[in-house]
Nanobody, 128 residues
Framework: QVQLVESGGGLVQAGGSLSVSCAASGLTFRSYAMGWFRQAPGKEREFVAA????????YYADSVKGRFTISRDSAKNTLYLQMNSLRPEDTAVYYCAVARNIEAYNWVPRALGDFGFWGQGTQVTVSS
């Protein structure tokens, strides 16, 4: 079955950087677009970033554009999120997700409904 295992979360000071990873198994990783979501306490899960199955197209939420970078390594079946210039409002549990269906090579999912499976998440805490 599909498994997505996030790692790399932790505590960082505002202005710092952190990288989180997502190891995927049970699927043909290179065939699926992937994404990152986050959920802060008392808030709904929100979209952060997504990447096409080719890796050549990406899309970011306005709140992280210019600070976060999503990437993938299909040889390692791993998705990454590099987070720079972190802010206290970035504090959340970060989840990776796989697209519900196999789509066009450069298609980038953007809506919650585009995704079919999520990992269990990794906590990122940014102190002020």
């Amino acid at each position: 079955q599909v498994q997505l295992v996030e790692s790399g979360g932790g505590l960082v000071q505002a202005g710092g950087s952190l990288s989180v990873s997502c190891a995927a198994s049970g699927l043909t990783f290179r065939s699926y677009a992937m994404g990152w979501f986050r959920q802060a306490p008392g808030k709904e899960r929100e979209f952060v970033a997504a990447i096409s199955r080719s890796g050549g197209s990406t899309y970011y939420a306005d709140s992280v554009k210019g600070r976060f970078t999503i990437s993938r390594d299909s040889a390692k079946n791993t998705l990454y999120l590099q987070m720079n210039s972190l802010r206290p409002e970035d504090t959340a549990v970060y989840y990776c997700a796989v697209a519900r269906n196999i789509e066009a090579y450069n298609w980038v999912p953007r809506a919650l409904g585009d995704f079919g499976f999520w990992g269990q998440g990794t906590q990122v805490t940014v102190s002020s």
